[in-house]
């Protein structure tokens, strides 16, 4: 047997066993812990209520899996006062399936795991593709390479921070089963931010980034390409993870923390899931062009008078 498939079989088995939690619209999530701001926040952008989905979108059937990036045994990042950014990832993550549930999205799921990648990864792609969603959004706040922290102090002890990067980022995997999809939702999303007053952060770009640099395919959404991820690329539906805003960013960690930050991004992704859903209910079509008319019957008649 062809080791590929030795390995996906582990895989299989592995996952059968392993704890993962759906959250699903009924439901309540774990309590997440609020990230504190500890200092005053500058206001963040006003949050424009999320409009009703089109009416060609059919949003009660419509199944969208919002992914908790992490867990908390393996929170990720940490901000520049000490949170996780799990934390802020559930938060955040719990804050957006109750905006889609509200605006008619009774299918959405929460994607929660306890386990450590890799596994923790697969487990959360396989859980979106058994539950057949039709599209996945996974959630995640930014950070940079350690090489680009400073050291502050605060409440005593050393935190890491850089405040040269604010801003959302989003990627896609070419390797997703339906990267134009991909893409697309990931379009909207970013156009639905930018409507709401936020910017997309263009470090992935630069050099120093090293490893980390990413290609930008879409300036206009702030959309980046990374095909190694594993919850975009094992996913059967178009795939998009938002990383929300820098943690590590003194200032814009204290907005992150706000709920009127999280009330923007989540009312962004309910107004891009609605446009989505109706653009994949009813495609777009391009117009038929009109079939030039034919000579003999464009040709004047023998007898008619010239003018």
């Keep these: 047997m062809p080791r590929q498939f030795v390995l996906l079989a582990v895989l ?3 996952l059968t066993g392993a704890s993962l939690r759906i959250v699903r619209g009924e439901d309540q999530a774990p309590a997440a812990p609020a990230p504190a701001a500890p200092a ?7 949050a424009a209520a999320a409009p009703a989905p089109p009416a060609n979108c059919p949003s009660a059937t419509f199944r969208v899996a919002i992914d908790v990036g992490h867990a908390i045994d393996a929170p990720g990042a940490l901000s520049a006062r000490g949170m996780t950014e799990y934390a802020f990832n559930l938060q955040l993550a719990q804050n957006i399936k109750q905006a889609l549930i509200d605006a008619g999205f009774a299918k959405t799921e929460l994607l929660i795991t306890n386990k450590k990648p890799p596994l923790g990864l697969f487990m959360r792609a396989d859980a979106a593709n058994r539950m057949a969603a039709d599209l996945f959004l996974s959630i995640h706040h930014d950070s940079v390479p350690d090489n680009l922290t400073k050291t502050w102090q605060y409440n005593g002890e050393d935190q890491g921070y850089n405040d040269d990067y604010p801003g959302y980022a989003i990627f896609i995997s070419k390797d997703n089963a339906d990267p134009k999809g991909s893409l697309e939702f990931a379009h909207l999303l970013g156009k639905a931010l930018q409507a709401r007053g936020l910017q997309f952060t263009p470090h992935y770009t630069l050099k120093l980034m090293g490893s980390h640099r990413r ?6 959404g702030g959309v980046y390409r990374f095909d190694q991820l594993v919850v975009l690329r094992h996913t059967r539906m178009p795939a998009a993870l938002l990383e929300a805003g820098s943690i590590v960013n003194r200032q814009e960690e204290l907005e992150l923390a706000t709920p009127e930050r999280r009330a923007a991004t989540s009312a962004a992704v309910v107004a891009a ?11 777009k079509t391009e117009p ?3 079939r030039p008319a034919s000579p003999h019957a464009a040709a004047p008649r023998a007898n008619a008078r010239a003018h």
């Design 288 to 290: 038929v062009a009109k």
């Design 12 to 14: 299989a088995t592995v």
């Design 40 to 46: 005053r926040a500058a206001a963040p952008p006003a």
């Design 273 to 283: 899931v609605g446009e989505f859903c109706a653009s994949r209910t009813h495609p």
């Design 215 to 220: 290609e930008l395919i879409d300036a206009d």
